[in-house]
């Protein structure tokens, strides 16, 4: 016995001496393909030059977190017209597994913590694996040419939130974050919901660990029954009950994690003996006794092929990407194609893209949320990031730090929320053109107005259009032309 232990232990010293010369060689390969010449090849800037946002530009903040000053040009050269040049590249955010992404990946392989064993994350400090997660996440967002894929991964993280504060869940939210969120972010609804379901960190976070029923004196812990429908699936006023509740609740009894043993801790298991298994009825479908932990699958069987889920889904999936209050004609014809297609997450989303709508709708109609807002800016500027820590103070005065939201239902998708945070985005905006956000972020503005071939140049990179005459006298005014586009209406709005 006294061995194995030993053994081990060599192993994860083995595994962290060489993880730690993982790093230092990764975190400096982009910098030896720069030196090189190997990085990728630069195309030209060219902003986009119509007076109002052109459908490449729309597409482009709405589908990623801010085109970067190269984008548009790619973009528009992919067909002969916008609307093919569009569908192009929606073609290629829709099969991210296709985009050649190792720059990011590599970005994101130093972050070590993240991709461990679930057991072996108790070994980290939970304020590390937080940092971690939190900086994986904004390198994902800034980096990668998947740029859909992790808007997506962004909502799923809402729409089943976990906040990290909560007991186990400051060391089970990376696993979370990894095989349910990111696995499934494209796949099937009915295979993310259950992944969801039988989360460890999700059964911390709603005590369904907790729910057991060894005999007729205990209740059901209703705590993740209850978000099931009302956030994850059916939505409120889905047409669910309170009784529905209780026989949901009674059919994940059982299930629970292990928070003991060095080896097995954080493991997911199912005790028939905490489970109650007579006959239930669900949503009008009855569920016969006998079933066992089959109980749980019957259970996610009725409520993600429930009209109510596509309809719930499709009403937030045309918020998200269309606007605060989308029109019924753009959620029925959504959840049309999330019924038909068994919800498959990529055809629901390009119904989401082919509505009137998306292609012809008010466009610079959605507030950046303040994640956005900063990530945008970034790209947009071409920032050089060295520590993404240093962005972390600005999302958490601004209230949308990744995984740090209370309660379930996630950080809000629409505008009202956040319109008190725009004297910190101005802030922000101030300290990135100066190049006071930090020392470990910069920015070279001369080449990026030297490159987008001046001012006015930069502005339309920036906001999607050519900017107007009172637009660019401001700029002249304030002598601070870079700071006055990132904090205008024109930039916080996509």
Same mark, same amino acid.
């Given at each position: 016995?006294?061995?194995?232990?030993?053994?081990?232990?060599?192993?994860?010293?083995?595994?962290?001496?060489?993880?730690?010369?993982? /790093?230092?060689?990764?975190?400096?390969?982009?910098?030896?393909?720069?030196?090189? !010449?190997?990085?990728?090849?630069? !195309?030209?800037?060219?902003?986009?030059?119509?007076?109002?946002?052109?459908?490449?530009?729309? =597409?482009?903040?709405?589908?990623?977190?801010?085109?970067?000053? /190269?984008?548009?040009?790619?973009?528009? %050269?992919?067909?002969?017209?916008?609307?093919?040049?569009?569908?192009?590249?929606?073609?290629?955010?829709?099969?991210?597994?296709? #985009?050649?992404?190792?720059?990011?990946?590599?970005?994101?392989?130093?972050?070590?913590?993240?991709?461990?064993?679930?057991?072996?994350?108790?070994?980290?400090?939970?304020?590390?694996?937080?940092?971690?997660?939190?900086?994986?996440?904004?390198?994902?967002?800034?980096?990668?040419?998947?740029?859909?894929?992790?808007?997506?991964?962004?909502?799923?993280?809402?729409?089943?939130?976990?906040?990290?504060?909560?007991?186990?869940?400051?060391?089970?939210?990376?696993?979370?974050?990894?095989? =349910?969120?990111?696995?499934?972010?494209? %796949?099937?609804?009915?295979?993310?919901?259950?992944?969801?379901?039988?989360?460890?960190?999700?059964?911390?976070?709603?005590?369904?660990?907790?729910?057991?029923?060894?005999?007729?004196?205990?209740?059901?812990?209703?705590?993740?029954?209850?978000?099931?429908?009302?956030?994850?699936?059916? %939505?409120?006023? %889905?047409?669910?009950?309170?009784?529905?509740?209780?026989?949901?609740?009674?059919?994940?009894?059982?299930?629970? =994690?292990?928070?003991?043993?060095?080896?097995?801790?954080?493991? =997911?298991?199912?005790?028939?003996?905490?489970?109650?298994?007579?006959?239930?009825?669900?949503?009008?479908? @009855?569920?016969?006794?006998?079933?066992?932990?089959?109980?749980?699958?019957?259970? #996610?069987?009725?409520?993600?092929?429930?009209?109510?889920?596509?309809?719930?889904?499709?009403?937030?999936?045309?918020?998200?990407?269309?606007?605060?209050?989308?029109?019924?004609?753009?959620?029925?014809?959504?959840?049309?194609?999330?019924?038909?297609?068994?919800?498959?997450?990529?055809?629901?989303?390009?119904?989401?893209? @082919?509505?009137?709508?998306?292609?012809?709708?008010?466009?610079?109609?959605?507030?950046?949320?303040?994640?956005?807002?900063?990530?945008?800016?970034?790209?947009?500027?071409?920032?050089?990031?060295?520590?993404?820590?240093?962005?972390?103070?600005?999302?958490?005065?601004? !209230?949308?730090?990744?995984?740090?939201?209370?309660?379930?239902?996630?950080?809000?998708?629409?505008?009202?929320?956040?319109?008190?945070?725009?004297?910190?985005?101005?802030?922000?905006?101030?300290?990135?053109?100066?190049?006071?956000?930090?020392?470990?972020?910069?920015?070279?503005?001369?080449?990026?107005?030297?490159?987008?071939?001046?001012?006015? !140049?930069?502005?339309?990179?920036?906001?999607?259009?050519?900017?107007?005459?009172?637009? #660019?006298?401001?700029?002249?005014?304030?002598?601070?032309?870079?700071?006055?586009?990132?904090?205008?209406?024109?930039?916080?709005?996509?």
């Amino acid at each position: 016995m006294k061995q194995r232990e030993s053994d081990e232990v060599s192993r994860r010293h083995f595994l962290r001496a060489t993880a730690g010369l993982a /790093l230092f060689s990764t975190s400096s390969c982009e910098r030896v393909e720069d030196w090189l !010449g190997l990085g990728p090849k630069e !195309g030209p800037v060219v902003p986009p030059s119509g007076e109002g946002i052109d459908l490449i530009s729309h =597409v482009l903040n709405r589908t990623t977190f801010g085109p970067t000053p /190269l984008e548009y040009a790619r973009v528009k %050269g992919l067909a002969d017209t916008e609307e093919d040049a569009v569908a192009a590249f929606l073609d290629e955010q829709l099969n991210p597994d296709e #985009l050649e992404d190792k720059r990011a990946q590599r970005a994101v392989r130093r972050f070590e913590a993240i991709h461990a064993p679930l057991a072996e994350m108790y070994e980290y400090k939970e304020a590390f694996l937080l940092e971690q997660l939190t900086r994986a996440t904004l390198v994902r967002a800034t980096r990668s040419k998947r740029q859909l894929f992790e808007i997506m991964a962004h909502f799923w993280s809402d729409h089943l939130n976990i906040d990290v504060s909560k007991k186990e869940c400051r060391w089970l939210k990376a696993a979370d974050d990894r095989e =349910v969120v990111r696995k499934h972010a494209l %796949g099937k609804f009915s295979d993310l919901v259950r992944a969801s379901a039988l989360s460890p960190a999700m059964l911390w976070y709603l005590d369904g660990r907790e729910n057991r029923m060894r005999d007729s004196s205990e209740k059901p812990n209703e705590n993740y029954a209850r978000e099931l429908l009302e956030l994850h699936t059916l %939505g409120v006023g %889905g047409g669910y009950t309170q009784k529905d509740v209780m026989e949901v609740a009674r059919c994940f009894s059982g299930w629970t =994690v292990r928070d003991k043993g060095r080896f097995y801790k954080g493991r =997911v298991e199912f005790h028939s003996e905490a489970h109650d298994d007579g006959s239930k009825v669900v949503l009008g479908h @009855e569920i016969a006794s006998g079933g066992g932990e089959k109980d749980l699958d019957d259970v #996610l069987e009725i409520v993600c092929e429930h009209p109510s889920t596509a309809r719930h889904l499709a009403e937030k999936l045309c918020i998200r990407f269309l606007a605060d209050e989308p029109s019924k004609a753009s959620i029925d014809a959504t959840a049309k194609v999330f019924s038909e297609s068994g919800g498959d997450l990529c055809k629901t989303l390009r119904s989401v893209f @082919e509505t009137d709508e998306f292609l012809n709708g008010a466009r610079g109609q959605k507030l950046k949320r303040p994640f956005e807002f900063i990530v945008s800016a970034l790209r947009g500027t071409r920032a050089k990031v060295s520590s993404e820590m240093d962005l972390v103070d600005y999302l958490i005065r601004m !209230g949308h730090a990744p995984f740090q939201y209370p309660t379930p239902d996630g950080y809000p998708d629409v505008a009202s929320p956040w319109t008190g945070t725009l004297l910190w985005r101005w802030h922000f905006a101030i300290a990135l053109s100066r190049n006071d956000v930090s020392k470990e972020i910069k920015i070279n503005q001369d080449e990026l107005i030297e490159k987008a071939g001046g001012v006015a !140049g930069l502005a339309a990179s920036l906001l999607g259009r050519i900017p107007s005459k009172e637009e #660019l006298a401001a700029m002249e005014r304030t002598g601070e032309s870079l700071a006055l586009l990132l904090a205008s209406p024109g930039f916080q709005w996509r």
